[in-house]
């Protein structure tokens, strides 16, 4: 770190990552403040404006560096559950304070520099002048040294982040390109032309750079605007009166974060997001479980047997629920979703948060919540509950604590949340002067919202999957019951959509280098029946031939490997279970580790992981491809040296694959150790599971 020496080129000051592979440097030109990052000394960000502008402040311009600091820290934390145990948290801080010439007001930009990224936050101290104030804009820029493959979803659009992902240059991002690409954007084009975080693009020297933020607190949503170049601008989703942060006493900003590798791979293993985040909030967190569950959904949204509102193929009847119980139990299954168990699901709720009736302590009729609980306790199975709130947000908050407390009195500690709500900026909301005002699902108000219902959920030793969530920024540290969430599209896109419209097979090898950055995704793996699965309509004997799974067994179970949540889903019903050898697997695989490592991947094309078990010595690997068949040879090095491993392999036939035979796979054994190099032959959308355990 130096100060004078650089003034004569133009910087400001500078810092280094502790490996020294990243180096920061400030500008200050014309009263003005900017940025530049560079990986291995090349300049991979070009200069970048930082600043904000609010109503009673503006730290744009005409700012005074009062004082420069920095400091270096090396510690270790354990996570209570996660993708490994121990983090190491090393990062050097520079800190900046600075004045503006319009007043009399402080701000400081901190800046910490970790071997894996950069994340910096704007802080305003609380102020006796300062007692309420908007922010209007910010200023931050992303200029990328040259034009790149990104891979983006679009923002301001009406299924939030449920989109597949494009594949352009930073220059071609635009809803007409998106509408080209993947599907037409028609509705409602409001708002400017921006994606979502996060971001991830490759430059041609395989460096590879993701945009995100951590610790989403009490602000809006960072969007990406593109301008048609290389650059990148924040864009904060505004509140409905066009403000974009209602603030009091003090600012402080969510951390920007520019994650950075050298490969492709080397994005999955990144951190900083969690170090960006404050430390576990909880005084106690053992009623926080891991685990696998079962679900009454699949038959709903994919096979099409039943439906959640009331009738005669209304799923969530007592008899059927008590079967899923008892399957569930047979197979030591953590836990059992019931979806359509309460009131409401008769009313016009989908999909434009007109309906007004959900209720989230009164049970449909037809479900006996008192003898499904009992049950369920003798079996030694929880119930995971199920709020599908419409985007009623109001009706929602009024019942929050006797929803919770209805789920205590009812061995519920998981509660699965949703949000559908299709709309554009159609989050209603009633202002302080009764009158209804339409928000955006990625604004402070839903930002805060979540808030309220993780908050209140943990008051409660309630832990949550959250389905059409605000995204995950890491504050699963702060808060280890928020467990999981989708933020992205899923299996259920794979169930009701036709094939000519669902994930298509490259999706799950896009997600780990974009999506699943953030946190754990609740995609739902463990369909089995990838063909004539979903009935024409509720009562039918016939199948609609259009639908189909853009996937493999192998990939499925590979899945459960691939895309990390620390309570997943076998998604599939009961009966497609049952005497399938691929099933042991799903019962095997955990969900809590204590070391995981990438061992490759390209993005939307291939990815291969490898995972240890928290409870034993067995490791896992997952290993999926695109569309295309995949030779490649992976090293076992991760495994103890010198001691041998019993590989069981599940993976696709030789002349298998997503479209041809699907449903067929092949188990074999084998005896490994560190130092095999293993010939590993994918299917086109197929994928390799292979479960290790030690030889005694």
Same mark, same amino acid.
């Given at each position: 770190?130096?100060?004078? !020496?650089?003034?004569?080129?133009?910087?400001?000051? +500078?810092?280094?990552?502790?490996?020294?592979?990243?180096?920061?440097? %400030?500008?200050?030109?014309?009263?003005?403040?900017?940025?530049?990052?560079?990986?291995?000394?090349?300049?991979?960000?070009?200069? #970048? %404006?930082?600043?904000?502008?609010?109503?009673?402040?503006?730290? !744009?311009?005409?700012?005074?560096?009062?004082?420069?600091?920095?400091?270096?820290?090396?510690?270790?934390? %354990?996570q209570v559950w996660g993708e490994q145990k121990v983090i190491q948290n090393h990062y050097n801080l520079l800190s900046l304070k600075l004045k503006s010439k319009n007043n009399n007001l402080t701000m400081i930009l901190n800046f910490k520099l970790f071997d894996d990224g950069l994340g910096f936050r704007y802080e305003i101290p609380k102020h006796?002048?300062?007692?309420?104030?908007?922010?209007?804009? +910010?200023?931050?820029?992303?200029?990328? !040294?040259?034009? !790149?493959?990104?891979?983006?979803?679009?923002?301001? #659009?009406? &299924? &939030?982040?449920?989109?597949l992902y494009a594949n352009t240059m930073i220059s071609e991002i635009s809803r007409d390109k998106y509408s080209e690409l993947i599907e037409p954007l028609s509705i409602n084009r409001i708002g400017p032309e921006s994606v979502h975080t996060p971001f991830t693009i490759e430059r041609d020297d395989g460096i590879t750079i993701s945009i995100h933020e951590a610790n989403l607190t009490n602000y809006s949503?960072?969007? %990406?605007?593109?301008?048609?170049?290389?650059?990148?601008?924040?864009?904060?989703? @505004?509140?409905?009166?066009?403000?974009? /942060?209602?603030?009091?006493?003090?600012?402080?900003? @969510?951390?920007?974060?520019?994650?950075?590798?050298?490969?492709?791979?080397?994005?999955?293993?990144?951190?900083?997001?969690?170090?960006?985040?404050?430390?576990?909030?909880?005084?106690?967190?053992?009623?926080?479980?891991?685990?696998?569950?079962?679900?009454?959904?699949?038959?709903?949204i994919g096979t099409n047997q039943s439906s959640w509102s009331s009738g005669p193929y209304h799923g969530a009847k007592t008899d059927k629920v008590l079967d899923y119980i008892e399957f569930g139990s047979k197979y030591n299954f953590d836990g059992l979703l019931v979806e359509g168990w309460n009131q409401g699901w008769d009313d016009n709720w989908c999909c434009m948060g007109e309906g007004k009736s959900f209720s989230f302590y009164q049970p449909h009729l037809e479900f006996d919540n008192k003898k499904?609980?009992?049950?369920? &306790?003798?079996?030694?199975?929880?119930?995971?509950?199920?709020?599908?709130?419409?985007?009623?947000?109001?009706?929602?908050e009024s019942q929050l604590d006797k929803a919770f407390e209805y789920c205590q009195d009812n061995n519920i500690s998981i509660v699965k949340i949703g949000y559908i709500n299709d709309g554009n900026q159609n989050i209603k909301r009633i202002d302080e002067n009764g009158n209804l005002k339409l928000e955006w699902h990625h604004g402070q108000y839903m930002v805060d919202h979540f808030r309220k219902v993780l908050e209140t959920a943990a008051k409660y030793e309630i832990s949550l999957i959250v389905h059409q969530p605000i995204k995950s920024t890491g504050l699963r540290r702060t808060f280890p019951n928020m467990l999981t969430s989708k933020?992205?599209?899923?299996?259920?896109?794979?169930?009701?959509?036709? /094939?000519?419209?669902?994930?298509?097979?490259?999706?799950?090898?896009i997600l780990p280098f974009t999506r699943l950055l953030s946190g754990p995704m609740d995609y739902n793996p463990g369909i089995f029946n990838m063909k004539n699965f979903r009935l024409n309509r509720n009562g039918s004997k016939s199948f609609n031939s259009n639908y189909q799974i853009p996937s493999t067994i192998a990939k499925e179970l590979a899945l459960y490997v691939v895309i990390y949540s620390p309570i997943q889903m076998a998604a599939d019903i009961p009966s497609n279970y049952v005497d399938n050898p691929a099933f042991q697997f799903i019962l095997d695989v955990p969900t809590d580790w204590s070391e995981s490592i990438a061992i490759n991947g390209e993005i939307g094309e291939y990815v291969t992981l490898a995972r240890k078990d928290i409870n034993s010595e067995d490791w896992y690997l997952g290993s999926i491809t695109n569309k295309r068949k995949r030779n490649m040879i992976v090293s076992f090095s991760f495994l103890e040296p010198n001691k041998k491993y019993k590989a069981t392999i599940y993976k696709?036939?030789?002349?298998?694959?997503?479209?041809?035979? @699907? +449903?067929?796979?092949?188990?074999?054994?084998? /005896?490994?150790?560190?130092?095999?190099?293993?010939?590993?032959?994918?299917? @086109?959308?197929?994928?390799?599971?292979?479960?290790? /355990?030690?030889i005694k």
């Amino acid at each position: 770190m130096f100060l004078s !020496s650089c003034l004569e080129t133009g910087v400001l000051v +500078e810092s280094k990552s502790p490996d020294k592979s990243l180096k920061l440097e %400030l500008h200050l030109e014309n009263n003005a403040l900017y940025y530049s990052l560079y990986k291995n000394n090349k300049q991979i960000i070009d200069k #970048s %404006l930082l600043g904000i502008k609010a109503d009673k402040f503006d730290f !744009s311009n005409n700012i005074n560096i009062v004082d420069i600091s920095n400091h270096s820290s090396n510690t270790n934390w %354990l996570q209570v559950w996660g993708e490994q145990k121990v983090i190491q948290n090393h990062y050097n801080l520079l800190s900046l304070k600075l004045k503006s010439k319009n007043n009399n007001l402080t701000m400081i930009l901190n800046f910490k520099l970790f071997d894996d990224g950069l994340g910096f936050r704007y802080e305003i101290p609380k102020h006796n002048d300062l007692t309420q104030f908007n922010i209007l804009d +910010e200023l931050t820029e992303f200029n990328f !040294s040259e034009d !790149s493959k990104s891979w983006w979803i679009p923002a301001y #659009s009406y &299924r &939030r982040y449920e989109f597949l992902y494009a594949n352009t240059m930073i220059s071609e991002i635009s809803r007409d390109k998106y509408s080209e690409l993947i599907e037409p954007l028609s509705i409602n084009r409001i708002g400017p032309e921006s994606v979502h975080t996060p971001f991830t693009i490759e430059r041609d020297d395989g460096i590879t750079i993701s945009i995100h933020e951590a610790n989403l607190t009490n602000y809006s949503s960072m969007t %990406l605007k593109s301008d048609g170049s290389q650059n990148m601008e924040c864009d904060l989703v @505004p509140w409905s009166d066009g403000v974009k /942060v209602k603030l009091k006493n003090e600012m402080i900003t @969510p951390w920007r974060t520019i994650i950075v590798g050298d490969s492709p791979s080397e994005l999955m293993m990144s951190t900083m997001i969690l170090n960006l985040n404050e430390p576990n909030k909880l005084e106690s967190t053992e009623w926080i479980n891991t685990g696998k569950y079962i679900g009454l959904w699949w038959e709903m949204i994919g096979t099409n047997q039943s439906s959640w509102s009331s009738g005669p193929y209304h799923g969530a009847k007592t008899d059927k629920v008590l079967d899923y119980i008892e399957f569930g139990s047979k197979y030591n299954f953590d836990g059992l979703l019931v979806e359509g168990w309460n009131q409401g699901w008769d009313d016009n709720w989908c999909c434009m948060g007109e309906g007004k009736s959900f209720s989230f302590y009164q049970p449909h009729l037809e479900f006996d919540n008192k003898k499904v609980d009992q049950i369920a &306790r003798d079996l030694d199975i929880k119930l995971i509950g199920h709020h599908e709130t419409g985007t009623q947000i109001k009706n929602y908050e009024s019942q929050l604590d006797k929803a919770f407390e209805y789920c205590q009195d009812n061995n519920i500690s998981i509660v699965k949340i949703g949000y559908i709500n299709d709309g554009n900026q159609n989050i209603k909301r009633i202002d302080e002067n009764g009158n209804l005002k339409l928000e955006w699902h990625h604004g402070q108000y839903m930002v805060d919202h979540f808030r309220k219902v993780l908050e209140t959920a943990a008051k409660y030793e309630i832990s949550l999957i959250v389905h059409q969530p605000i995204k995950s920024t890491g504050l699963r540290r702060t808060f280890p019951n928020m467990l999981t969430s989708k933020g992205a599209k899923g299996q259920d896109f794979n169930g009701f959509m036709p /094939v000519d419209f669902n994930n298509k097979p490259n999706h799950t090898t896009i997600l780990p280098f974009t999506r699943l950055l953030s946190g754990p995704m609740d995609y739902n793996p463990g369909i089995f029946n990838m063909k004539n699965f979903r009935l024409n309509r509720n009562g039918s004997k016939s199948f609609n031939s259009n639908y189909q799974i853009p996937s493999t067994i192998a990939k499925e179970l590979a899945l459960y490997v691939v895309i990390y949540s620390p309570i997943q889903m076998a998604a599939d019903i009961p009966s497609n279970y049952v005497d399938n050898p691929a099933f042991q697997f799903i019962l095997d695989v955990p969900t809590d580790w204590s070391e995981s490592i990438a061992i490759n991947g390209e993005i939307g094309e291939y990815v291969t992981l490898a995972r240890k078990d928290i409870n034993s010595e067995d490791w896992y690997l997952g290993s999926i491809t695109n569309k295309r068949k995949r030779n490649m040879i992976v090293s076992f090095s991760f495994l103890e040296p010198n001691k041998k491993y019993k590989a069981t392999i599940y993976k696709d036939p030789q002349n298998g694959g997503w479209l041809n035979d @699907p +449903e067929n796979f092949v188990i074999e054994t084998s /005896v490994v150790d560190y130092t095999t190099l293993y010939k590993m032959n994918i299917a @086109p959308g197929g994928g390799q599971a292979i479960k290790f /355990v030690p030889i005694k």
